[in-house]
Each structure stands twice: as structure tokens, then as C-alpha cells.
């Protein structure tokens, strides 16, 4: 099992910048893949971005070239930077573990883009 706890969260202005952290109870360098998810309100929850184990990464449209994720395993730790933030881009981002045949989610931490 794998507990996973975000952070970084918080309120922004229209174009400005939040890293968000997903810390793992557990190594994640044995886990198939590490994600980003966010919801929004009235709306379903939806992929923002992964780091596969073999360090592939795969982003939303939506966030392409915005966002970055990236995974530091001594520290079990994902990051998701986000720059040029926009008011779509506010909703809650949930923290996700794939292993091979379990999966296990954050609590989530509210971000909000508003000026």
C-alpha cells in the first residue's frame, strides 16, 4: 500500500507559477507510473499529466508546454511545476500511484487561478 500526501497548492494570479508535491510513503521507483489528475467543479476528474518508470512522460493538450512533472526517488517525490497559469486551470489536483494491479490516490490540493 502507498500513502500519498500533496502540497503546494494555493492561490495564483492569471500568469504566475506553482509547484505541487506528491510524497510517497513508499519507494516509488518500483511503481509503474506516478500522475497528476485534477477536478474542477461540476466537472470530471481528468489526466494532467504522468511519468512513467522509465521516465516517458505524457501531458493533457491542455497543459502542454505549461506544466512540467518530474520525480526525485530518493526523496519519494513527485513534482508538477506550473507556469503561465490560467482560471482553467483551476480545480482540485489529485496525486496518483499506478502499480501493476493496484492504484492508490492522494487527498488532493485545491489550486486557484484568480486575480
Known amino acids: 500500500q502507498v500513502q500519498l500526501v500533496e502540497s503546494g497548492g494555493g492561490l495564483v494570479q492569471p500568469g504566475g507559477s506553482l509547484r505541487l508535491s506528491c510524497a510517497a510513503s513508499n519507494s516509488i521507483s518500483s511503481i509503474v507510473a506516478m500522475a497528476w489528475y485534477r477536478q474542477a467543479p461540476g466537472k470530471q476528474r481528468e489526466l494532467v499529466a504522468r511519468?512513467?518508470?522509465?521516465?516517458?512522460?505524457n501531458y493533457a493538450d491542455s497543459v502542454k508546454g505549461r506544466f512540467t512533472i518530474s520525480r526525485d526517488n530518493a526523496k519519494n517525490t513527485v513534482y508538477l511545476q506550473m507556469n503561465s497559469l490560467r482560471s482553467e486551470d483551476t480545480a482540485v489536483y489529485y496525486c496518483k500511484a499506478q502499480m501493476a494491479t493496484n492504484s492508490y490516490w492522494g487527498q488532493g490540493t485545491q489550486v486557484t487561478v484568480s486575480s
Open positions: 511519468i512513467w518508470r522509465s521516465s516517458v512522460t
